[in-house]
């Protein structure tokens, strides 16, 4: 099944594209459609279609301004040119730009299925021969990756000379001077543990990785994806690791058996500091890795995790009278304690660890069970409370039994109890450290909400004008949209537009045409298309079932 889109500025070219197909019967799927070339690049970055159709003359942005910059973030979309035109700077520049085919209007509804099986052909050979692993080795055994690699991999590691960086970048072709840099870390694996299908997802990887704009990257390991990042802007270095995360996850996971964690490192000002920006996304990878088990870093999820996103809930400039800081920034823990270095990246199943290797202490000094007890745990507490302070919290507040000497005494009166004591004492550290480092965009989430629920009528309210208000580009918004609400932007947008079509159905008289555009369609025949999609029924029907019930 081929996921299809389409946009045109004519209500009625897009009716007849969507109403005279049997899309199913012939192996296709119709997945949305718009009707400039604006709100088309918003949705379709949610939707992430195989193939675009797409008009190319429409206002605000055409269809070749809009086949470039789908290109250019997601070049794995088929797009198929629709237009009135037969001029040969339209055709030249399509092609330029990589256009499946070139269809003059008018067309009949055979000519355009006959379009779509050849571009459906053309994908089935190119996912073949992507998907083709030896590739993938045969590339990463070239000399020239073997070089580029190991330049790549000392710069990351702080481990190349500074003095010779520019002149080794430009012999491998690298363009590396920039205002700003990060790093991102992708790692793939596979669902079920199948090696082939990792190494497939990577070999797409390796194969669209010309398409991760403003990056230069290598695979450390066999599927461990690192990216440097350049920008002129900080903001413009946060849109484009956005943008490549959620294309490196489209690429990797075309692959149904794997999945992709990316972790996007901190902002640094120069190329002598990228294995500070490194570091702190493979810091996150790990911190992922220790948390498989609970429901914030499940490995069978897609997930993009930034460094950014790892600071306090709400605005920890104003908690704390300070700026916000990265994951890296927060743990960068100076008192050289090795439990509280522990603790920074610990999961729930490492507590057992802990005290296990507290009581193996314990019990190489027989006799001496409460003096050895009582130093254990209250380096633990002390341990605990420089980790909360970290994160802007004050034990004195949180837990201030703990500090009292008499919760001393009593937990080492004995064995059970001493152990008891110290699980819960950890459990509590690893769950407040949890807390403060998810749902930090819990406001972000309810902004955004409120927005939507105030403009859903507007037929101009997109992923791009939702991210604006809530102060994020739209590929970090989209992300973090997506992770919280376990739905994306499109989703969620269509359903609250659809609840209330179906409220003004089941409350009022008016016309499926007034409701329609009362809830933010510009096409009623789109809008009855879009409601049966979801609710099984047309507007009529619903109408009549509701008046059925009343009865």
Partial sequence: ???????DDEPIVLEGIRSKIDWEGNGFSFSGEATDGEI????????????????????????????QAIKQTQPWIKIIILSGHDEFD???????????????KPFTP????????????????????????????????????LVKKEFLNNLVHGSEEMSTVIKKSSELGLSLISRYYKVLISRIESRTGNPDSQQEACSLLNSYSSAINEAVSFFHHNNLLVCIFKGSTQAELDDNSFRAA?????????????????????????????????EDAKNILELSKNNRSSNTYNNTQNRIISSDDLTLNGNSSEQNGRSDSTLTDYLDITDNDPLVDRLKYASKNDISAIIDESMILIRNNPGQFKVFASYILVDLIFAVSKLIEKFGGDIKQLKPEILQRKFIDDAVQDEANFTKILEQVLNFAVEYRNSKMIGKYGDVILKAKKYIEENYADQNTTLSTVAEAVALSPNHFSTIFSQECKTTFIEYLTNVRIENAKRLIRETEMKGYDIAYECGFSDPHYFSYIFKKNTGLSPREYKMTCMTNAI
């Fill in 40 to 67: 088309a690049l918003s949705m379709i970055h949610e939707l992430k279609p195989d193939i675009l159709i797409t008009d190319i003359k429409m206002p605000f942005m055409d269809g070749l301004q809009l086949a």
């Fill in 110 to 145: 055979d000519e355009l299925l006959e379009s779509l099986k050849k571009t459906a052909q053309r994908i089935d050979i190119e996912r073949k021969q992507l998907s083709d692993i030896s590739k993938l080795r045969e590339e990463l055994k070239s000399s020239k990756t």
């Fill in 90 to 104: 339209y055709a030249k520049k399509a092609i330029s730009i990589g256009i499946e085919d070139y269809l003059l």
């Fill in 1 to 7: 099944m081929y996921s299809v889109f389409a946009v």
């Fill in 246 to 278: 959620e294309t490196i996850g489209h690429i990797a996971t075309k692959n149904e058996d794997c999945s992709v964690l990316t972790a996007i490192g901190k902002t640094v000002e120069h190329l002598s500091q990228l294995n500070v920006s490194y």
